[in-house]
């Protein structure tokens, strides 16, 4: 048998982080994950969209444990290369911007929140149409942020487009449309 490259252990890794994450054992998952970072900062894999889910799965962890900061950074490395490898008008770069929107709202900076989500539904209605679940997800998201903002009629817009899509898409039983 022959030499194993280290990148090829990081899906692996990844997989396993995300099954912990998934089942809320944050500890495990970022156990998972600080072993592929090391892979891919050793320079090993240099596989850009690979980092950049780490990278996302990371900042993720970072969130649900109250890292906000941390997952700030995280998200961001992950926006920068989706921009970079990608393009502005790519659906990885509205999930960013989204996830970059909402730890900035768990840091309690709205304005930043609102310009985030705000980039969001613009591409995912070029990608996707605006019949999708994910434009209803970027419009709540918004919605929450005009909220927080205290525009209250921009929140309740918003929130009327989001529940329209999930009512439309989803039927009146789902636990987005009754979240909406």
Excluded: W
């Excluded at 982080?17 to 970022?30: I, K, T």
């Excluded at 996302?56 to 989706?82: M, P, R, S």
């Amino acid at each position: 048998m022959g030499v194993i490259p280290l990148q090829d252990y990081c899906n692996d890794l990844l997989i396993l982080g995300n099954m912990c994450l998934n089942h809320c054992e944050y500890e495990a998952a970022m156990t998972y994950f600080e072993v592929a970072l090391k892979i891919i900062h050793s320079g090993d894999a240099n596989d850009a969209l690979g980092k950049s889910k780490l990278y996302l799965l990371v900042g993720t962890t970072h969130k649900c444990k109250g890292n906000f900061e941390q997952a700030k950074n995280y998200h961001t490395h992950a926006l920068d290369i989706h921009l970079e490898q990608l393009g502005p008008e790519h659906v990885y770069v509205a999930a960013s911007y989204n996830n970059l929107g909402t730890v900035y709202s768990d840091l309690g900076d709205f304005q930043k929140a609102k310009e985030n989500h705000a980039r969001a539904p613009d591409i995912y209605l070029k990608q996707l149409g605006p019949e999708h679940v994910d434009v209803a997800a970027s419009y709540n998201n918004l919605g929450i942020v005009y909220s927080d903002l205290g525009d209250f009629q921009k929140a309740n817009d918003n929130h009327t487009r989001a529940l329209d899509i999930r009512l439309e898409q989803l039927g009146p039983e789902q636990t987005h449309v009754a979240a909406s």
